[in-house]
């Protein structure tokens, strides 16, 4: 931002739209924050987790990955996702010829909030949208405990 206002010949004191490319900056900032990148080329998705009765349902942002692209991996109390996409855009016109090819990764571990049975667990990729539904581990006994 400093940069750009160096670039146009304005220096803090002088502009009067300091403010405005302030909170410009801000809101930068806040939509970068949204997707941390984990490495230099993986990026983490954004997660939701929902807590029900039965089970602990999480849906997380894939978009653009196909489902043998992703790998999940689930333990008693985390789940751990990632991706990867790769695509390839051919273009031939009139003597010109491009081929531009990308990679990123997708990253997320998430901390589950109670134990699971990740032998029962079930994922559905759709619209972009992974949602994985593990049911939660039966508690069998509780046993009451006095105070001496």
Request: charged letters at 35%; zero cysteines; glycine letters at 4%.
């Amino acid at each position: 931002m400093n940069r750009l206002m160096q670039e146009l010949g304005l220096s803090d004191l002088e502009s009067k739209y300091l403010d405005e490319m302030q909170k410009i900056q801000a809101r930068i900032n806040e939509i970068t924050a949204e997707s941390e990148a984990v490495g230099s080329d993986i990026m983490m998705p954004l997660a939701d987790v929902k807590e029900t009765d039965d089970s602990v349902v999480v849906s997380v942002d894939l978009p653009g990955i196909d489902k043998k692209d992703v790998d999940i991996s689930v333990s008693e109390d985390g789940l751990r996702v990632s991706a990867v996409r790769q695509t390839q855009k051919d273009l031939e016109e009139k003597g010109y010829h491009l081929k531009e090819r990308s990679y990123s990764g997708f990253e997320r571990a998430i901390k589950l909030p109670v134990a699971v049975r990740s032998d029962e667990a079930k994922a559905n990729l759709a619209d972009g949208v992974l949602k994985i539904t593990l049911p939660k581990e039966v508690v069998t006994s509780r046993k009451r405990i006095t105070i001496d």
